[in-house]
């Protein structure tokens, strides 16, 4: 028996399914991935997220696992072997963002402590659990992707516009926007 999952879920491609089953709309808490998947969904702008799912390995490698203390030092040396990698997005302007996302990212730490308690403080540490029929009435923004996006620019961040914050925050469960057809979908509670 299938599974009933959202339309977007590309049963072709394995790496899709499995993101799509045990990681979005899923609350996130760990530091590293949240900020991995900041980065990723800036790195997705203007392609397709299966690019960016099936480049994810290759990052992870490319930019230390993720590690924000390593990525804020890089030089131009490590810069010109990021653009010259095949396994990532080879754009000069989301490498630059990544490793400025790298220094906002431990300014922020310093200021709040961490990302984790930054993000979730815009819905008092609860996942909003939206009801949808279907992928088509899930808006690219809202309000709050506006003023989180806002804030995240505030802080020096780049590639953070509202539509990719809102994504972001689908990603990493934030917000659960699975359509009510799908085994994911979790029925807000009354």
């Known amino acids: 028996m299938t599974l009933a999952r959202c339309s977007w879920a590309n049963p072709a491609n394995p790496l899709y399914l499995k993101y799509h089953d045990e990681e979005w709309g899923v609350p996130c ?52 072997g990021l653009l010259a990698n095949p396994g990532i997005v080879r754009n000069r302007l989301k490498v630059a963002a990544t ?43 809202t309000p709050l992707s506006d003023q989180l996006s806002k804030d995240l620019a505030k802080r020096g961040f780049k590639f953070v516009g509202s539509t990719i914050i809102y994504a972001y925050m689908q990603a990493i469960g934030m917000v659960n926007d699975h359509a009510q057809d799908c085994f994911c979908y979790q029925a807000p509670k009354l």
Request: aromatic share 10%; proline share 2%; with cysteine.
């Open 29 to 80: 808490h760990d530091e590293t991935r949240l900020f991995e998947m900041l980065n990723l969904e800036g790195a997705q702008a203007g392609l397709s997220w299966s690019t960016i799912l099936n480049k994810r390995e290759n990052y992870r490698v490319a930019f230390d696992q993720w590690d924000a203390k390593k990525i804020a030092a890089y030089d131009a040396d490590k810069v010109a």
């Open 99 to 141: 490793i400025n996302n790298a220094q906002a990212y431990l300014r922020l730490c310093e200021d709040v402590g961490s990302l984790d308690a930054f993000l979730w403080a815009y819905v008092d540490g609860k996942p909003i659990l939206n009801t949808r029929a279907s992928i088509n009435e899930t808006p690219a923004r």
